[in-house]
Each structure stands twice: as structure tokens, then as C-alpha cells.
């Protein structure tokens, strides 16, 4: 239980890039931008890949 991997600016960053990007994307949908739709998929991606990539280098390491 003691296992600590996101630091907490690491965990805000990780997860305002998620709740960012779904925001942008429902948005987009309901207005039919296409380019919200787009920002926030590469929001989503990238808040994927740097949270992952952070948690996997963190537990790889211990």
C-alpha cells in the first residue's frame, strides 16, 4: 500500500491532460468541431503517454 509513483504536480499534470482533453472532445462533439476534436485526442494521448511513461520508469526502477 505504500507504493507511491506520481509525485502530486506529476498527478495533476497527468490528470488535468485527461480531464482536458475528454472535455475538449465532448465539446467538440456536441458543436461538431472538428478541431477541438483533434486537441483533445492529443490531449488524451499525450496525458496517457507521460503518465505511463513516468509510472512504468518509476516501478521499473525499484
Same mark, same amino acid.
Given at each position: 500500500?505504500?507504493?507511491k509513483? =506520481?509525485? $502530486?504536480s506529476? =498527478?495533476l499534470? =497527468?490528470?488535468?491532460?485527461? $480531464?482536458?482533453? @475528454?472535455? @475538449?472532445? #465532448?465539446?467538440?462533439?456536441?458543436?461538431?468541431?472538428? $478541431? @477541438?476534436?483533434?486537441?483533445?485526442?492529443?490531449?488524451?494521448?499525450?496525458?496517457?503517454?507521460?503518465?505511463?511513461?513516468?509510472? @512504468?520508469?518509476?516501478? #521499473?526502477?525499484?
Open positions: 500500500m505504500g507504493l509513483v =506520481f509525485s $502530486v506529476e =498527478f499534470v =497527468f490528470h488535468l491532460l485527461l $480531464v482536458g482533453g @475528454l472535455v @475538449l472532445v #465532448t465539446i467538440g462533439l456536441l458543436q461538431g468541431a472538428a $478541431v @477541438l476534436n483533434v486537441i483533445g485526442i492529443w490531449a488524451i494521448a499525450l496525458g496517457l503517454c507521460s503518465g505511463l511513461s513516468i509510472a @512504468l520508469k518509476k516501478l #521499473t526502477a525499484k
